[in-house]
T-cell receptor, first 112, second 116 residues
Framework: GNSVTQMEGPVTLSEEAFLTINCTYTATGYPSLFWYVQYPGEGLQLLLKATKADDKGSNKGFEATYRKETTSFHLEKGSVQVSDSAVYFCALSVGGYNKLIFGAGTRLAVHP | EAGVTQFPSHSVIEKGQTVTLRCDPISGHDNLYWYRRVMGKEIKFLLHFVKESKQDESGMPNNRFLAERTGGTYSTLKVQPAELEDSGVYFC??????????????FGPGTRLLVL
């Protein structure tokens, strides 16, 4: 079946530190991959996406590369800010109707 | 442009009671999805409407859950009777219906349901 596994949190970093949140997936067919972010008190927002192998999604300084050989889509940012504190969800969809399958979420806390 | 809205933002009910959640998608979005996150676990798909038709309801946990989308605009999700394990955050999302699929889903802020 289709599933997403992401690293457990919480992840606690100091401002300007390097961030990696690991995400691996299992899928039948060729999935699209997503990172969604939920800031405190808000809904889910699409952070970035990639629809085919070797694509790199990027937004707000975050990047993730679709690695088919390792079935991974790790999220990275070179220098985190306090405002990046949120819960990050890795997700995939397979087929034409976009049903999203999510990982458990990783809470990131960035301290000044 | 208004985003996806959900009502209420929070609901606290007793076991056995009925609760109805509402979702208003982005205007013009034919696809509407319901998801829920229970006790800090992963967000799970419940069902998908295309306009007023149920395209996929494979994620609905049992027959205590009833979703409707009359007229293809807003949607309601009714839980009757509510059980303790129904507590969680219920998200709604909508997307356009374009050729080829894989349109971006836009999420609402969620409804936090607590069943006591």
């Amino acid at each position: 079946g289709n599933s997403v596994t992401q690293m457990e949190g919480p992840v606690t970093l100091s401002e300007e530190a390097f961030l990696t949140i690991n995400c691996t997936y299992t899928a039948t067919g060729y999935p699209s991959l997503f990172w969604y972010v939920q800031y405190p008190g808000e809904g889910l927002q699409l952070l970035l996406k990639a629809t085919k192998a070797d694509d790199k999604g990027s937004n707000k300084g975050f990047e993730a590369t679709y690695r088919k050989e390792t079935t991974s889509f790790h999220l990275e940012k070179g220098s985190v800010q306090v405002s990046d504190s949120a819960v990050y969800f890795c997700a995939l969809s397979v087929g034409g109707y976009n049903k999203l399958i999510f990982g458990a979420g990783t809470r990131l806390a960035v301290h000044p | 442009e208004a985003g996806v809205t959900q009502f209420p933002s929070h609901s606290v009910i007793e076991k056995g009671q009925t609760v109805t959640l509402r979702c208003d998608p982005i205007s013009g979005h034919d696809n509407l999805y319901w998801y829920r996150r229970v006790m800090g676990k992963e967000i799970k798909f419940l069902l998908h409407f295309v306009k007023e038709s149920k395209q996929d309801e494979s994620g609905m946990p049992n027959n205590r859950f009833l979703a409707e989308r009359t007229g293809g605009t807003y949607s309601t999700l009714k839980v009757q009777p509510a059980e303790l394990e129904d507590s969680g955050v219920y998200f709604c999302a909508s997307s356009q219906d374009l050729p080829g699929g894989r349109e971006t889903q836009y999420f609402g802020p969620g409804t936090r349901l607590l069943v006591l």
